[in-house]
Nanobody, 119 residues
Framework: QVQLVESGGGLVQPGGSLRLSCAASGFTFSRYAMSWYRQAPGKERELVARITSAGGSTTYADSMKGRFTISRDNAKNTVYLQMNSLKPEDTAVYYC????????????WGQGTQVTVSS
């Protein structure tokens, strides 16, 4: 039924760029705020960025501010994360997350995509 499918991860050198995509299906995408989270080995899952359902407001963790950009295309049921100036500490599994902006409440997680930043 509900699916959040991340893509675009891979191996990139420090200073490089990647664009992650999350394709949503099985729910009303335009009702949901979308977020990217990440989890590195031995660390807790942390918020990377969030965008409201209509795309009018964004939130970033301090360490990503100025380097990462979240965006969405409601016509394509897709959310993106543009990552620039990547650092080794950005290495993690990146997860797509959906949460309803208004009732009825609901939330969903994707399976994640691996991003590795290394020389």
């Amino acid at each position: 039924q509900v699916q959040l499918v991340e893509s675009g991860g891979g191996l990139v050198q420090p200073g490089g760029s990647l664009r992650l995509s999350c394709a949503a299906s099985g729910f009303t995408f335009s009702r949901y705020a979308m977020s990217w989270y990440r989890q590195a080995p031995g660390k807790e899952r942390e918020l990377v960025a969030r965008i409201t359902s209509a795309g009018g407001s964004t939130t970033y963790a301090d360490s990503m501010k100025g380097r990462f950009t979240i965006s969405r295309d409601n016509a394509k049921n897709t959310v993106y994360l543009q990552m620039n100036s990547l650092k080794p500490e950005d290495t993690a599994v990146y997860y797509c997350y959906a949460r309803a902006d208004r009732p009825p409440r609901g939330d969903y997680w994707g399976q994640g995509t691996q991003v590795t930043v290394s020389s």
